[in-house]
């Protein structure tokens, strides 16, 4: 069955970068949109992140310019690379695979950002 594990996560100071990886098992991997949503207490699940498997990419708003994703179909692992990081980043990332009729998520990945 599909797997994704993501890597990654962790405490950074305001300002800083950090790198997400999430590695895809089970899969063909290439046929599949990848994306990075978060989670912070007390919100509900937003999309941060995708790539399709075309390698269009979108971003939310709140994140445009200081993040980007990837992907590495060799690897079967998506990226999120994570710059000029706010304290307002704090959340749980989840990595998402997604191919009709199919939606798996990871485990997700805790990225805390102190000020």
């Known amino acids: 069955q599909v797997q994704l594990v993501e890597s990654g996560g962790g405490l950074v100071q305001s300002g800083g970068s950090l790198r997400l990886s999430c590695a895809a098992s089970?899969?063909?991997?290439?046929?599949?949109?990848m994306g990075w949503y978060r989670q912070a207490p007390g919100k509900q699940r937003e999309m941060v992140a995708v790539i399709t498997s075309g390698y269009i990419t979108n971003y939310a708003d709140s994140v445009k310019g200081r993040f980007t994703i990837s992907r590495d179909n060799v690897k079967n692992t998506v990226y999120l690379q994570m710059n000029s990081l706010k304290p307002e980043d704090t959340a749980v990332y989840y990595c998402?695979?997604?191919?009709?009729?199919?939606?798996?998520w990871g485990q997700g990945t805790q990225v805390t950002v102190s000020s």
């Open positions: 089970g899969m063909i991997f290439s046929t599949y949109d």
């Open positions: 998402n695979a997604r191919q009709w009729p199919g939606n798996h």
